[in-house]
């Protein structure tokens, strides 16, 4: 969609900041060839910084290597999305703690479980709880097939039989899920991270639960994030607002038609509820994110950023946040919109840049619209130029942006830091559960702080933000996934 005439919400804004969020429209499904030859002009790496670059990013692989391997990411390698059994772990990942009878759960698990070559991955990991863990499957496999000449199994089926093999499973799913949350409640995740906290290492907390369906969802919610800033704001040490604790906050879990076609409902029913959590964490002077989330959710997110950069009740406080996702062909102009923002609005903004979690989400919905380009970069390497584009924009902002470096890539890392920003304070950011082996070895190399970002919750919301952890995990473009692999 492209936007032929000025939407209603661009009443008041002027000169440079209204040409900044054109380019932004302009680019929304731009020529991917086109795009990239201007990312490539604003990104490129000179011969010194490509040099430090690559020599950083080969010690920090070659240290990551080096250390024995965390047994979950381990166990993600070895059943990635290029295997079958990896999409059937997704599968049951995505529906097995949704489903409320037990006979629908056992006709799931019997369908997915056991159909698949669970033997293949036998002894294939060096990790033992890789191979420990294959061994169950391949039992559990085996029981749910109820192979009629196995005598040992029917026997173990007639003792144990299938609520055995769910209760597992569902154990199973929950045992990988906690891998990637901190905490069940706001207050077991701060005592979790104090340990961390004391090494210098600050925390984002994301308190689990998007997407809501309905008003009373998106009253709980708001009541969660209340109370989470609350919490935070009372135990939050350390001066300067970057130096202290924030939130993530997600606006799909904030009201349940958080759509580019229902602007004025947001404007009147969203807005007010964020304005209430803004100021709370200004009081508490504590940073709130606002999380990215699908591209046709940028342009309403836009709109409320701007008007929480210009409330009056807000200045001086350096803490309000987006995430930029760098995948998409709007996220160098959206940059370069910030900046102008945060120039008008004589603020500092903190910006943390990612490359993005809805990849397939975007490429299937705008094939199944039937338009004509995609809203993000078809090609991974597009994407890490795009990124690079956005950290010179960025550093090019001094101190209007605060950025914040959000990945697990080695050679990224390594990038930004060649790329300096000398002057710029800046942090990286990585995901609690993964990363920890690259920002260890960092740590010993460089002073840049690292923000944990820690979501928290209960099993039942953490199923969307697990999918979207085993496709990053799993995907064999993956970096995460292709650290390990000599070749
Ligand atoms: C602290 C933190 C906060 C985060 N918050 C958000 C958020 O608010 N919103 C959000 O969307 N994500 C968020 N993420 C997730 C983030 O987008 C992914 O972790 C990130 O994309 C992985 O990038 P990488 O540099 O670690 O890995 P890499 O392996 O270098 O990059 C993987 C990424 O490349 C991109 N990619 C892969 N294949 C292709 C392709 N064919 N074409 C184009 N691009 C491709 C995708 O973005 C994919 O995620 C957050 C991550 C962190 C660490």
Not at 1 to 13: A, I, Y
Not at 86 to 113: M, N, S
Request: proline share 4%; glycine share 8%; net charge positive.
């Amino acid at each position: 969609m492209l936007f032929p005439v000025r939407p209603p919400d661009d009443e008041g804004l002027e000169g440079s900041a209204l040409s900044a969020r054109t380019a932004l429209r302009t680019a929304y499904r731009m020529d991917e060839t086109a795009c990239v030859r201007e990312r490539a002009a604003r990104g490129r790496l000179s011969a010194a910084e490509r040099g430090a670059t690559q020599q950083l990013a080969r010690d920090l692989v070659t240290a990551v290597r080096a250390r024995r391997s965390h047994g979950i990411e381990a166990f993600l390698r070895e059943y990635g999305l290029d295997t079958r059994e990896g999409i059937v772990l997704l599968c049951v990942a995505e529906t097995l703690l949704r489903i409320p009878d037990a006979a629908t759960a056992d006709r799931l698990i019997r369908d997915k479980i056991g159909g698949a070559e669970w033997d293949r991955h036998l002894g294939q990991s060096r990790s033992l709880f890789v191979n420990a863990s294959t061994w169950g499957l391949m039992l559990t496999g085996r029981v749910v097939r109820f192979e009629p000449d196995d005598g040992a199994m029917r026997r173990l089926v007639g003792h144990a039989g299938e609520p055995v093999v769910r209760a597992a499973l569902l154990q199973a799913m929950k045992i990988l899920g906690h891998q990637f949350v901190l905490g069940r409640t706001i207050v077991e995740a701060m005592t979790n991270a104090v340990p961390n906290e004391k090494r210098g290492v600050r925390f984002s907390y994301d308190m689990l639960g998007e997407g809501a369906r309905t008003a009373d969802d998106a009253s709980r919610y708001w009541q969660r994030y209340a109370d989470a800033i609350a919490a935070i704001g009372a135990r939050a040490t350390g001066a300067a607002v970057a130096d202290r604790p924030g939130i993530s906050v997600k606006m799909s879990a904030l009201h349940p038609r958080y759509e580019f076609a229902k602007r004025r409902r947001l404007h009147n029913e969203l807005m007010p509820r964020l304005v209430d959590l803004a100021q709370l964490a200004a009081r508490h002077n504590i940073g709130l994110c606002i999380d990215a989330e699908e591209a046709d959710r940028l342009e309403p997110s836009l709109d409320m950023i701007e008007r929480l950069a210009r409330d009056p009740a807000l200045s001086g406080w350096d803490g309000l946040g987006l995430a930029v996702q760098a995948y998409q062909k709007r996220g160098l102009p959206l940059i370069d919109w910030l900046a102008d923002l945060a120039r008008n609005s004589r603020r500092r903004l903190m910006v943390r840049l990612v490359k993005g979690a809805y990849w397939d989400t975007e490429v299937k919905r705008a094939q199944e619209s039937g338009v004509e380009g995609y809203p993000v970069f078809t090609r991974k390497v597009s994407t890490d130029v795009s990124y690079l584009a956005c950290t010179r924009a960025m550093f090019a902002a001094g101190n209007r942006l605060y950025p914040q470096f959000a990945t697990h890539n080695a050679y990224t890392v390594a990038a930004l830091l060649a790329m300096g920003g000398s002057g710029t304070a800046f942090e990286f950011q990585r995901l609690h559960g993964m990363g920890e082996a690259l920002y260890e070895e960092l740590r010993a190399r460089s002073k840049a702080p690292v923000r944990v970002y820690a979501p928290v919750g209960a099993h039942e919301d953490l199923l969307p933000y697990l999918v979207r952890r085993l496709l990053e995990n799993g995907a064999n473009t993956s970096f995460v996934n292709r650290i390990h692999d000599e070749t």
